[in-house]
């Protein structure tokens, strides 16, 4: 069974960054598709971005796109996700998630997850 642990989160000015972290134990990722996804207060767990083993292909939420990278080192069994030009509404818990399976497909399950880690962002 895979452990993810997320790190990287804070409070962090609007117009920021932040770098977020999800390392994994027990059982390598590499073979499988990762994903990020956020919870905010009051609202339902939502997609971030999510990438292939490979890391050839990304997926990204519109809210995001051109703000938000995902990436991978699979000899670290590390994801990241570099987030710029923040704003008070990406405000959440991010979780990391890992799939079964070396793509990433809309509504798929991901079978992994960590615990979270707070970003929050003020205006």
Not at 62 to 78: A, C, E, M, Q, W
């Given at each position: 069974q ?31 598709a ?10 339902e ?15 990204y939420?519109?809210s ?7 990436s991978?080192?699979?000899t ?11 704003k ?36």
């Amino acid at each position: 069974q895979v452990q993810l642990v997320e790190s990287g989160g804070g409070l962090v000015q609007s117009g920021g960054s932040l770098r977020l972290s999800c390392a994994a134990s027990g059982r390598t990722v590499s073979p499988y598709a990762m994903g990020w996804f956020r919870q905010a207060p009051g609202k339902e767990r939502e997609f971030v971005a999510a990438l292939s083993a490979s890391g050839r292909s990304t997926y990204y939420a519109d809210s995001v796109k051109g703000r938000f990278t995902i990436s991978r080192d699979n000899t670290k069994d590390t994801v990241y996700l570099q987030m710029n030009s923040l704003k008070p509404e990406d405000t959440a818990v991010y979780y990391c998630a890992a799939r079964d399976r070396s793509y990433y497909s809309v509504g798929g399950d991901f079978a992994s997850w960590g615990q979270g880690t707070q970003v929050t962002v003020s205006s």
